[in-house]
């Protein structure tokens, strides 16, 4: 069975600049989540899906931050425009239910210059 | 706000010795409990968990403890390898709450193994 991919591995983009980062979680895990980790420091939840519906994005920073999941499948998270402070690694997790644990991605790591 | 907190940013153990990993919560809401292990440029990989009702679950050479009243859990493994080392990181969710799907991590806490 294949895990959780993300796309691209590894981003670099100027201040101002959009980035659109994918995520493919496992098949048939209707829970999808995008987390942050910026600066080694923890890992910081951004928002949660179920199906294609945003279930919790109360860790979404700004409006700067677009996440969408269409048709319940593979998830975007795009940054617009992205600032130096949005540099860190972007991970997303699958699950097939919130109790469960959550299956991470090997993350992408971005970095604003 | 830190909710979870590991206080230790590292600790280093000698082979075949046992490890303990610590992590403190404030949110009296959090009633599951999860510890991550993660490799370099890996995502977070699930350890083991353990729910608010029950105080001590094992797995193999992992045991996670709870004392709720203390809103506390450690990690125990034993005995510890080379390949455990790595950064562990807890985290805590609130089952019955409005945000039932969001984990909250620790910082981690660097284990290093010496053969």
């Known amino acids: 069975e294949a895990g959780v991919t993300q796309f691209p591995s590894h981003s670099v983009i100027e201040k101002g600049q959009t980035v659109t980062l994918r995520c493919d979680p496992i098949?048939?895990?209707?829970?999808l989540y995008w987390y942050r980790r910026v600066m080694g420091k923890e890992i910081k939840f951004l928002l949660h899906?179920?199906?294609?519906?945003?279930?919790?994005e109360s860790g979404m920073p700004n409006n700067r931050f677009l996440a969408e999941r269409t048709g319940g499948t593979y998830s975007t998270l795009k940054v617009q425009p992205a600032e130096l402070e949005d540099s860190g690694v972007y991970f997303c997790?699958?699950?097939?239910?919130?109790?469960?644990?959550?299956?991470f991605g090997p993350g992408t790591r971005l970095t604003v210059t | 706000d830190q909710q979870v907190k590991q206080n230790s940013p590292s600790l280093s153990v000698q082979e075949g010795r046992i490890s303990i990993l610590n992590c403190d919560y404030t949110?009296?809401?959090?009633?599951?409990f999860l510890w991550y292990k993660k490799y370099p440029a890996e995502g977070p990989t699930f350890l083991i968990s353990i729910s608010s009702i029950k105080d001590k679950n094992e797995d193999g050479r992992f045991t996670v403890f709870l004392n709720k009243s203390a809103k506390h859990l450690s990690l125990h493994i034993v005995p510890s390898q080379p390949g455990d080392s790595a950064v562990y990181f807890c985290a805590a969710s609130a089952i019955g709450g409005t945000s039932y799907g969001k984990l909250t991590f620790g910082q981690g806490t660097i284990l290093t193994v010496h053969p």
């Open positions: 997790a699958s699950s097939p239910g919130p109790g469960t644990s959550r299956y």
């Open positions: 098949s048939g895990h209707d829970n």
């Open positions: 949110n009296s809401m959090f009633d599951y």
């Open positions: 899906f179920v199906k294609e519906s945003k279930q919790d």
